[in-house]
Nanobody
Framework: VQLQASGGGTVQAGGSLRLSCEVSGFRVSNYAMAWFRQAPGKEREFVAASTWAHDETHYADSVKGRFTISRDNAKNTVYLQMNSLRPEDTAVYYC??????????????????????WGKGTQVTVSS
């Protein structure tokens, strides 16, 4: 199983980036897929998630209206489109997967911070 995140980089505030998470070893169509981020000196935090059932999406309040999670089942890839980026969005971004939450995204952070599979991160830096 491998989750390969890419697409990070340095962008000015107000700019956009699209992150990709290419998956091998399982079909994303059967899994809940999510993005998390970790800024220097801070805890890892939830950013966005997508369940395959009803194609539900969930977002942290800090990114609602600016970020969009999507999936391409044919390419077995999940994306995070990030618009109107702010310096506080600077972090390493990770994608994660868990088959248990494919039907319904859990309410408890104890559950979704314990997702089964995690990829290596990709750095996003937003300059002011």
């Amino acid at each position: 199983v491998q989750l390969q995140a890419s697409g990070g980089g340095t962008v000015q505030a107000g700019g956009s980036l699209r992150l990709s998470c290419e998956v091998s070893g399982f079909r994303v169509s059967n899994y809940a897929m999510a993005w998390f981020r970790q800024a220097p000196g801070k805890e890892r935090e939830f950013v966005a998630a997508s369940t395959w059932a009803h194609d539900e999406t969930h977002y942290a309040d800090s990114v609602k209206g600016r970020f969009t999670i999507s999936r391409d089942n044919a390419k077995n890839t999940v994306y995070l489109q990030m618009n109107s980026l702010r310096p506080e969005d600077t972090a390493v971004y990770y994608c994660a997967a868990d088959i248990r939450y494919g039907l319904k995204w859990p309410e408890s952070p104890d559950d979704y911070y314990g997702m089964d599979y995690w990829g290596k991160g990709t750095q996003v830096t937003v300059s002011s």
